[in-house]
T-cell receptor, first 113, second 116 residues
């Protein structure tokens, strides 16, 4: 079953607006990562937040993590047309002696000029 | 640095044919992984390797083989292609796993495979 599930599946906003995307997961994690994928390209890592962190910033990106609710959110402020892409959360989940990284199905973000 | 490279970019196979998807990285990463991406399914892990000579299965390993003879290369072999293996395949690499978990993944550009 899918560990990380993003919400909404698709989001359309106007340039300049903020975009908020959510990710929920089921089991304990080491960390949670967000990736971006432009059409026809590979995924690009955006930000990693560890289980003992609550908030991280990187430029116009803000990620929060609530381990009690098993959820994370990615906020893109002052969006640009170039932010149009698919966004994925990936959870590094404990699996006994090791851990594995599991990706969600992604959120399609469209930013209208 | 070239990062993670994958060849070929596109491939069409007939059912039953075999082929190898190539993946190489020049960042001296210990960890390498293969994923497939299908519409509505996200990325699913096929196989991964934590170092030369060490491989393990992911979520959807059936029909695929891997080997890791060097740190740089991690080829994925399709033994007998089936239409269900039509997908986009991504190779990824990362720094070594430590107690804090998986580091950020560096992805290749992908191979788009069609099996007829």
């Amino acid at each position: 079953s899918q560990q990380g599930e993003e919400d909404p599946q698709a989001l359309s906003i106007q340039e300049g607006e903020n975009a908020t995307m959510n990710c929920s997961y089921k089991t304990s994690i080491n960390n949670l990562q967000w990736y971006r994928q432009n059409s026809g390209r590979g995924l690009v890592h955006l930000i990693l937040i560890r289980s003992n962190e609550r908030e991280k910033h990187s430029g116009r990106l803000r990620v929060t993590l609530d381990t009690s609710k098993k959820s994370s959110s990615l906020l893109i402020t002052a969006s640009r047309a170039a932010d149009t892409a698919s966004y994925f959360c990936a959870t590094d989940q404990f699996t006994g002696a090791n851990s594995k990284l599991t990706f969600g199905k992604g959120i399609t973000l469209s930013v209208r000029p | 640095n070239a990062g993670v490279t994958q060849t070929p970019k596109f491939q069409v196979l007939k059912t039953g044919q075999s082929m190898t998807l190539q993946c190489a990285q020049d960042m001296n990463h210990e960890y390498m992984s293969w994923y497939r991406q299908d519409p509505g399914m996200g990325l699913r892990l096929i196989h991964y390797s934590v170092g030369a000579g060490i491989t393990d299965q992911g979520e959807v390993p059936n029909g695929y083989n891997v080997s890791r003879s060097t740190t740089e290369d991690f080829p994925l072999r399709l033994l007998s292609a089936a239409p269900s293996q039509t997908s986009v395949y991504f190779c990824a690499s990362s720094y070594s796993f430590v107690a804090e978990g998986w580091y950020e993944q560096y992805f290749g550009p992908g191979t788009r495979l069609t099996v007829t």
